[in-house]
């Protein structure tokens, strides 16, 4: 048993969509998770998404991104949004059968972000399943110490890591 298991998106939105149908399934399947997939909808005006994290496991969802504007280039994600999703989720890790964070990102690598979440779901031994972008490949294979495996990008894959209904990792 792999106590994280990892997806790499190399197309903007495809592990959001990626990670959003396998919980949708693992749910049909009665399985309790606890964690985030992100939802980017489109803006009329704008070359930006708003991105909003449905919490998995309760009636919510959450932006976290800011609107700055087309000339910004600066880092959009709202603070204050991603701490109250962490929040969220936190509160909800007891009796679930998996954590599943839609990135681990730079606030992760930082030290911030679900990273405590994280923590937290393996001490209590609940497996992880989260997207990555290639950018932060190497710090989060460092922070996962080995404990990390890496999953193709297909449904298939992904359910087969989590053992199908009752079984494997998750």
Same mark, same amino acid.
């Given at each position: 048993?792999?106590?994280?298991?990892?997806?790499?998106?190399?197309?903007?939105?495809?592990?959001?969509?990626?990670?959003?149908?396998?919980?949708?399934?693992?749910?049909?399947?009665?399985?309790?998770?606890?964690?985030?997939?992100?939802?980017?909808?489109?803006?009329?005006?704008?070359?930006?998404?708003?991105?909003?994290?449905?919490?998995?496991?309760?009636?919510?969802?959450?932006?976290?991104?800011?609107?700055? +504007?087309?000339? @910004?280039?600066?880092?959009?994600? %709202? !603070?204050?949004? =991603?701490? $109250?999703?962490? #929040?969220?989720?936190?509160?909800?890790?007891?009796?679930?059968?998996?954590?599943?964070?839609?990135?681990?990102?730079?606030?992760?690598?930082?030290?911030?972000?679900?990273?405590?979440?994280?923590?937290?779901?393996?001490?209590?031994?609940?497996?992880?399943?989260?997207?990555?972008?290639?950018?932060?490949?190497?710090?989060?294979?460092?922070?996962? +110490?080995?404990? @990390?495996?890496?999953?193709?990008? %297909? !449904?298939?894959? =992904?359910? $087969?890591?989590? #053992?199908?209904?009752?079984?494997?990792?998750?």
């Amino acid at each position: 048993m792999t106590s994280i298991g990892y997806v790499i998106g190399d197309r903007r939105g495809a592990v959001d969509a990626l990670l959003a149908h396998v919980a949708a399934v693992l749910q049909a399947q009665g399985r309790a998770l606890a964690g985030v997939v992100q939802v980017n909808t489109e803006i009329e005006g704008t070359i930006r998404c708003d991105m909003d994290l449905r919490i998995l496991g309760r009636d919510e969802t959450v932006r976290i991104s800011q609107r700055l +504007g087309n000339a @910004a280039r600066g880092c959009r994600l %709202d !603070p204050g949004g =991603l701490a $109250a999703a962490v #929040g969220l989720v936190e509160h909800s890790l007891d009796g679930t059968s998996l954590l599943l964070v839609n990135k681990f990102g730079k606030s992760e690598l930082d030290g911030g972000g679900f990273r405590p979440v994280i923590a937290r779901a393996l001490g209590l031994g609940i497996p992880v399943l989260l997207g990555i972008n290639r950018d932060n490949l190497t710090g989060f294979l460092t922070y996962a +110490g080995g404990m @990390a495996q890496a999953i193709d990008a %297909d !449904p298939d894959a =992904l359910l $087969a890591w989590c #053992g199908g209904p009752g079984g494997g990792n998750c």
